[in-house]
């Protein structure tokens, strides 16, 4: 799991609802369906007529990711196209047409089959370009999800809180009636802002972060092939790896190597 996406939601549900009961209040107070309904319901309204069905659903889909810590790829991937070089210094690259059928990364396997069919190395680079920034551009629609779901709501927050004066002026001979409206002007306005800054914004935020480490994998695989095609010394291709790392988890790739 990762700890940090999980006690930052904590942290801050925890020291809002805190907050709250210190200054004499109950979270019975801020749990209103009516205002609920408006900002969940406009919001998830409004981002599905900006996006496609299906982008929405992998949006949403994707979220228990955020929540798992990503496995340290890096490492097992440079050592594994250390591994392709040594063989391919032995015996040429053609011979590692027999390891394509055990390799499961999908990006790994395609650039590897373009070199071992004799692609020329900046052919092979124009090629896997064109794929990589399709793959990352598909990549990058699922957080714009979530962005535009954090400008929406806070503005639709708003349209519940006049929808809710508005039933207060519509009673004012009932006092019960003012407070329900009272009541739903501002949860909603809390529920709007609250999503957008607590949740969907910082969703976000760190879709984006996994994405630039799997673009940054991704070219390393790349130039990793395009090296192996090219002869490069498979002392000289760990160290040209390791430098796509980051620098707290060079060193103990370096001494294992």
């Known amino acids: 799991m990762d700890k940090a996406s999980i006690a930052g939601a904590l942290l801050a549900i925890v020291g809002i609802i805190a907050g709250l009961m210190i200054e004499g209040g109950n979270v019975g107070q801020i749990l209103q369906p009516t205002a609920a309904l408006i900002v969940f319901g406009g919001t998830l309204g409004a981002v599905m007529l900006q996006f496609p069905l299906t982008t929405v659903l992998a949006a949403f889909g994707s979220l228990g990711r955020l929540f798992t810590a990503p496995r340290e790829e890096e490492a097992q991937l440079i050592r594994q196209l250390v591994a392709f070089a040594n063989k391919a210094r032995r015996n040429g690259v053609v011979s590692l047409d027999a390891d394509l059928q055990a390799i499961q990364d999908p990006f790994l396997k395609q650039t590897l089959m373009l070199a071992v069919d004799g692609t020329e190395p900046v052919e092979l680079r124009k090629i896997m370009h064109v794929s990589l920034e399709s793959m990352t551009e598909d990549e990058e629609r699922l957080p714009a999800v979530f962005e535009s779901a954090g400008g929406f709501s806070p503005t639709i927050g708003i349209l519940g809180a006049v929808l ?52 940054r994998r991704r070219e390393m695989v790349l130039e990793g092939v395009i090296s192996i095609l090219e002869g490069m010394n498979p002392r000289m291709l760990l160290i040209k790896l390791n430098g796509f790392r980051e620098g707290a988890s060079k060193e103990p790739l370096e001494r294992a190597a």
């Open 164 to 215: 809710g004066l508005i039933q207060v002026m519509q009673h004012l001979d009932n006092i019960t009636e003012v407070g329900k409206g009272i009541a739903v002007a501002f949860v909603a306005t809390i529920y709007g802002v609250g999503i957008a800054n607590l949740f969907f914004l910082p969703f976000a935020g760190k879709m984006r972060l996994r994405i630039h480490s799997n673009f």
